[in-house]
């Protein structure tokens, strides 16, 4: 059994051992699953890192991995929508696995278990950390990885070189200024990532805080 306090040791512990920030993973964390090991999202993703299954399939056995949710004729891909739909029938506030009963439960998913999802995380960041050494700054390169957990490292990749092809110096605001046009869910996308990675509550600021809590 673990609690929050016991997500610290493991955050230091797997950004350690894998040369990336306790306080990124933690802020990551704590942004896309609110740190409850049980969490569920959309699009099946679990856990404390909030894992898809396609990614997970990298990152964890293939036997210790379930896919959440059903394959809707209508979308082409994975969703877990008529999964959510029964959960609020059913009165359930959360999408977490107790009350919503996916087919992906900490019995036959390992993307449950706390340890074993902050060391992939760890594994995870590092390589997209290691990705954008190219960042103008520290910061630069903190934000663009942040966003690449978000959008795929080939995502954030296609917008830095847009700004290397524009002159441009590898900034996180070049490299956010070059989706400009595109939208998502109605919204500019430039928008969406700049809440999701500095905005008031986005994942830049967890970081320093979490970062100057634990130490690194």
């Given amino acids: 059994v673990y609690g929050k306090s016991d997500f610290d040791q493991l955050f230091k512990k797997y950004g350690a051992q894998h040369g990336i920030s306790a ?9 896309e699953s609110g740190l409850h090991p049980l969490a569920v ?9 909030q894992f898809l299954f396609s990614t997970a399939k990298s ?8 896919n959440c949710c059903t394959l809707e004729k209508n979308e082409g891909r994975t ?8 959960a609020r029938a059913k009165g ?3 999408t977490y696995v107790e009350a919503v009963g996916f087919k992906c ?23 997209k950390y290691d990705a ?14 942040i966003a690449s957990y978000h959008l795929g490292t080939g995502g954030a990749r296609k917008y830095v070189r847009r700004a290397q092809a524009a002159g441009l110096p590898v900034t996180w605001e070049n ?40 130490g690194s």
Avoid: H
């Fill in 23 to 31: 306080g990124l993973l933690k802020g990551i964390s704590s942004y």
């Fill in 41 to 49: 999202g959309p699009a099946g993703d679990v856990g404390l890192g």
């Fill in 59 to 66: 990152y964890f056995p293939a036997n210790e991995i379930t």
């Fill in 79 to 86: 969703s877990c929508k008529n999964e959510k739909k029964k």
């Fill in 92 to 94: 359930a506030k959360t």
């Fill in 105 to 127: 439960t900490p019995q036959n998913d390992v993307r449950f278990n706390p340890e074993k999802a902050v060391e992939a995380m760890a594994r995870f960041m590092k390589a």
């Fill in 132 to 145: 954008f050494s190219i960042a103008a700054t520290e910061e630069d390169r903190i934000k663009i990885t």
């Fill in 175 to 214: 490299v956010r200024n070059q989706m400009a046009g595109e939208r998502k869910k109605g919204r500019k996308k430039s928008d969406v990532m700049e809440n999701y990675v500095a905005g008031k509550s986005g994942i830049y600021g967890r970081y320093l805080q979490f970062k100057k809590e634990l």
